[in-house]
């Protein structure tokens, strides 16, 4: 009951010189209106479990489910609309455009959905004043401390009201105090009406979660501390 995504014997493998196994058989349940958390060492399989769910891989088997619809790979025109539509995406490194201030950055993803630039500066300018960045909108990324850079990837994260906010280790190139501040703003995202699920090192972020999942060598071994 309201699981927002549904994992079903998903398994993912990669293919260099040899066969690579990133996730193995995994069935697992997102609920919209919480928070997971994804902890586990580089290689785990956490951020493969995000592009998974982000529309940009593929599973190898099984089969991914967002709200009841079973997700088919062959129409991408829609999984790419959908992706824009109702998924966040915030990264470790911020993937800004380093040639576009930071209103730019936050009012293009909009302008992807909605082709009018007053509004979508309009909003983008709300958004960024929210989240303590009204006197930074015209600076570019290379003006911009880490903290700054990753508060405009969030504030580009939820411009369309997305359901789903995923984020890949978001504090892992910021130092402890702006790592704080970023994850408090994060945390600060949950409504009824979202699901946030984000990759992890640091355990007491992890621990703040409404579910924490602990993974190894592309297995889930722990769900808030159960053994699985």
């Known amino acids: 009951m309201n699981n927002l995504i549904s994992f079903k014997k998903v398994s ?18 997102f609920k919209i209106g919480k928070i997971y958390s994804l902890i586990g060492p580089s290689g785990s399989g956490k951020s493969t479990l995000l592009n998974l769910i982000s529309l940009i891989d593929k599973p190898s088997t099984g089969s991914i489910a967002i709200e009841n619809k079973i997700i088919n790979y062959e129409k991408q025109d829609i999984n790419d609309l959908y992706r824009s539509s109702s998924i966040g995406i915030i990264y470790q490194n911020y993937n800004l455009l380093n040639d576009f201030t930071a209103l730019e950055n936050v009012s293009l993803a909009e302008l992807a959905l909605n082709n009018n630039p007053k509004t979508a500066t309009a909003n983008a ?63 600060s995202l949950k409504n009824k009406k979202r699901l946030i699920i984000f990759a992890t090192h640091n355990r007491e972020f992890a621990e703040m979660s409404d579910c924490k999942i602990e993974m190894i060598d592309g297995n889930i071994k722990f769900i808030n501390g159960k053994l699985q």
């Open 125 to 187: 300018k709300k958004i960024l004043s929210n989240l303590g960045l009204s006197k930074r909108v015209n600076h570019f990324p290379t003006e911009l401390s880490g903290g700054e850079n990753q508060r405009v990837a969030i504030a580009r994260a939820i411009i369309n009201k997305p359901k789903i906010i995923l984020a890949d280790e978001p504090t892992g190139n910021l130092d402890l105090k702006n790592a704080k501040s970023v994850f408090k703003t994060l945390m």
């Open 12 to 29: 993912k493998f990669f293919f260099k010189k040899n066969k690579i196994k990133a996730l193995s058989n995994i069935s697992l349940n």
